[in-house]
């Protein structure tokens, strides 16, 4: 997940800096201008000369928020960036004493709650979570949607959903046995006590009264939506995937293995490869990328230094003067996603001569 961390003042950005460090270094430092040279801070720091301006950049770079300032500034710069649950990152705000960490916006499908709990936890503070649901300890299908990669479908289904629950209704849960990664879905929602049941073919027909949670491609999910079934659609995993000349199919094969231990899923749960079309003719990438049996789109560098850009990338300076730019697995794996974009399940991380991004498509 890469993130963004604000404050505004010294204590703020003492505490800034630790909350970069429970963010495994994955996490970007932003300061004001004025405390430029005054205040320590441990690795790269940005500094902005208007907060609004920074936050509605980084509203749109990073996969989640962190403001060390008082609520009242946060709401005010982020209501004019506000699009919609299923795409805005996660936003969480702490006080300058580290005292409560809160879960601001997006907690559930962009990721606020659980990682307002994990931060809080490593900084001391208590969790502020306000959302229905977890107050009452209810289990919502799009926080499930979040923890397993899965996009809900239809947004209005949520609400209704999460409404059904809080009024203590049961809701049955359904796998499509034909996905790929039905096993694991299974699993997963069974370490949530919750029991699945699988099916094959059409989706079975609602009786009009249950609430129901199926999980299925997105090839399946009806046009009329139905007002008490949500559906939730697997987003495509993409690897952008960087290397030395020469490598071999079993290091791609190794780091891909690594990289996706990494995220508690295995190579087989990529949907797609994207790397920069100087490694068109790379043979060990290409091999890695038949055994899998999957597709790798080569992108032109002139698109990856526009994502570089974009997002800000952190670039190798090795690799800008080997190939001409410095980050090929982020950039490409945006580059990927497209329009839409997506969260970054684990940025760029070298595996010997092979450098791997996992990206969740939005």
Known sequence: MRAAVFALTDGGAALAARLCTALDGEAQLYLPERLNGSTPTAGHTAYFAHLSAAITTAFSRYDAL????ATGIVVRMLAPCVRSKLYD??????????????SLLSGHVGGANDLTRTLCAAVGADPVITTATDVTGVLAPDAVAARLALRPVPKSAIQVL????????????????DLPQAAFYEAQLREQEIGARLFRGEVPPADGASCRVVIVGA??????????????VPRRLIAGVGCRADVTEAQVLRALTEACGMIGREPPAIDLFASTEVKRNEAGLLAAARTLEREI?????EALRQMIEDYDLTESDF???TIGVGNVCEAAALCAAGEKGGRMALGKTVFGKVTVALLWEK
């Open 297 to 301: 789109i080569f992108f032109p560098q």
């Open 66 to 69: 962190v403001c060390v300032m």
């Open 162 to 177: 999460n409404t059904a629950l809080m009024a203590g209704e049961e809701v049955h849960y359904y796998i499509d046995s």
């Open 319 to 321: 690799v800008r003067k």
């Open 219 to 232: 090839e399946h999910v009806p046009a009329a939506a139905e007002e008490r079934t949500i559906y939730l």
């Open 89 to 102: 990152p996660a936003v969480i705000v702490f006080d300058e004493q580290g005292r409560h960490g809160i």
